[in-house]
């Protein structure tokens, strides 16, 4: 099973994941950390990281962005994820990204890795990690996961806009 690809009806819920599963799966969905999940639930940390490691493989999942992105869009068209849509402020504030930053947060939203992500851009790891580090301030993300659901909350899964000046070289103009 894609963990990236947009869910059917035919794609819903493997049958294998417990009620527990589900439960920390929907928790990572909405961005939180190990450590609060495991307060929610009243289980150790360390319980929730088992939870992870039996559910990645069961959803096709390489990593818990991806699992984040799987969760979210399987339980958006039932409006059952408990994933915010982005406040009017925050995607105020996504405006502030500038082009290349948008880019690099559109991937980080299709679930691929640093390395991944300077491959396709041409850019180094280093840029790709230094762009994330601008980008999760101005989205008010803690982390990869958190900037994921961000992106796929406002939409921003759309390919990027080019700009007559070329990629990444000017800011999202509002609108």
Same mark, same amino acid.
């Given at each position: 099973?894609?963990?990236?690809?947009?869910?059917?009806?035919r794609t819903a819920w493997p049958t294998t994941l417990t009620p527990r599963e589900l439960?920390?799966?929907?928790?990572? *969905?909405?961005?939180?950390? =190990?450590?609060?999940?495991?307060?929610? +639930?009243?289980?150790?940390?360390?319980?929730?990281?088992? !939870? #992870?490691s039996a559910i990645f493989p069961k959803i096709g999942a390489a990593d818990r962005t991806? @699992? /984040? #992105?799987?969760?979210?869009?399987?339980?958006?068209?039932?409006?059952?994820?408990?994933?915010?849509?982005?406040?009017?402020?925050?995607?105020?504030?996504?405006?502030? +990204?500038? +082009?290349?930053?948008?880019?690099?947060?559109?991937?980080?939203?299709?679930?691929?890795? =640093?390395r991944r992500i300077a491959r396709d851009l041409a850019i180094s790891e280093k840029t790709?990690?230094? !762009?994330?580090? /601008?980008?999760?301030?101005?989205?008010? @993300?803690?982390?990869?996961?958190? /900037? /994921? +659901?961000?992106?796929?909350? *406002?939409?921003?899964?759309?390919? *990027?806009?080019?700009?007559?000046?070329?990629?990444?070289?000017?800011?999202?103009?509002?609108?």
């Amino acid at each position: 099973m894609d963990p990236l690809r947009q869910p059917t009806a035919r794609t819903a819920w493997p049958t294998t994941l417990t009620p527990r599963e589900l439960g920390v799966l929907r928790l990572v *969905a909405q961005g939180l950390t =190990n450590r609060r999940i495991a307060k929610d +639930l009243a289980i150790s940390e360390k319980t929730v990281k088992n !939870h #992870l490691s039996a559910i990645f493989p069961k959803i096709g999942a390489a990593d818990r962005t991806q @699992a /984040a #992105l799987y969760a979210a869009r399987t339980w958006a068209p039932a409006r059952h994820s408990g994933v915010p849509p982005v406040s009017r402020q925050k995607a105020l504030t996504a405006r502030s +990204l500038t +082009l290349r930053q948008l880019g690099v947060l559109r991937l980080v939203a299709q679930g691929l890795t =640093n390395r991944r992500i300077a491959r396709d851009l041409a850019i180094s790891e280093k840029t790709v990690k230094n !762009h994330l580090s /601008a980008i999760f301030p101005k989205i008010g @993300a803690a982390d990869r996961t958190q /900037a /994921a +659901l961000y992106a796929l909350r *406002a939409g921003l899964t759309q390919p *990027a806009p080019t700009s007559p000046s070329g990629p990444g070289c000017s800011a999202v103009s509002p609108g």
